[in-house]
T-cell receptor, first 111, second 113 residues
Framework: SAVISQKPSRDICQRGTSLTIQCQVD?????MFWYRQQPGQSLTLIAT?????????ESGFVIDKFPISRPNLTFSTLTVSNMSPEDSSIYLC????????FGPGTRLTVL | AQSVSQHNHHVILSEAASLELGCNYSYGGTVNLFWYVQYPGQHLQLLLK??????LVKGIKGFEAEFIKSKFSFNLRKPSVQWSDTAEYFC???????????FGSGTRLLVRP
């Protein structure tokens, strides 16, 4: 199984600012996935990131709010833009289909 | 809409008790099924998964789950829990050839020593 790391592990941000979260996988993977886990809730898929193409967003998530980059087969970033307290969540990346393994997550608090 | 239901939101057990956490999904096609665990302060870990074959799946740390297609269920079991099993448990499903993991709402398990 791949090892996934995320940076930062946590952050506290001010309303209106943006944060970019990095996800690094130790092997090349075709698809990477970004999830959100809001406080006390389950995980929701934000988008799927393929290398060399635009990310595919799930219903309720838009590129302007959550721009994603996928410059190569081992790395992706998710930006949370123009943050509000409602964006306080754990953001996780995942590396592959079926038997998906998750990174440790980024705990974001927006004041 | 397809969904995953976990009936018990909170479960409290004493050590050595047996555990069964329910998971049901609403979808008539092919499914791949997963159980994840999230220990306090830690990241999500895969406990076990079912793709095909033997419907009784054994995972890590003594957990197992049984896929009962007629009941649309994939319940998680452990014959004797330990204090260290205190965690939140998530059931998840992938439908047909979709790539999307659909998660249940989670069950918080507290095991009293």
């Amino acid at each position: 199984s791949a090892v996934i790391s995320q940076k930062p592990s946590r952050d506290i941000c001010q309303r209106g600012t943006s944060l970019t979260i990095q996800c690094q996988v130790d092997s090349q993977v075709t698809m990477m996935f970004w999830y959100r886990q809001q406080p006390g809730q389950s995980l929701t898929l934000i988008a799927t990131a393929n290398q060399g193409s635009e990310a595919t967003y799930e219903s309720g998530f838009v590129i302007d709010k959550f721009p994603i980059s996928r410059p190569n087969l081992t790395f992706s970033t998710l930006t949370v833009s123009n943050m509000s307290p409602e964006d306080s969540s754990i953001y996780l990346c995942s590396d592959r289909l079926g038997g998906q393994f998750f990174g440790p997550g980024t705990r974001l608090t927006v004041l | 809409a397809q969904s995953v239901s976990q009936h018990n939101h909170h479960v409290i057990l004493s050590e050595a008790a047996s555990l069964e956490l329910g998971c049901n999904y609403s979808y008539g096609g092919t499914v791949n099924l997963f159980w994840y665990v999230q220990y306090p302060g830690q990241h999500l870990q895969l406990l076990l998964k079912y793709f095909s074959g033997d419907p009784l799946v054994k995972g890590i740390k003594g957990f197992e789950a049984e896929f009962i297609k007629s009941k649309f269920s994939f319940n998680l079991r452990k014959p004797s829990v330990q204090w260290s099993d205190t965690a939140e448990y998530f059931c998840a499903v992938i439908l047909d050839s979709s790539y999307k993991l659909i998660f249940g709402s989670g069950t918080r398990l507290l095991v009293r020593p």
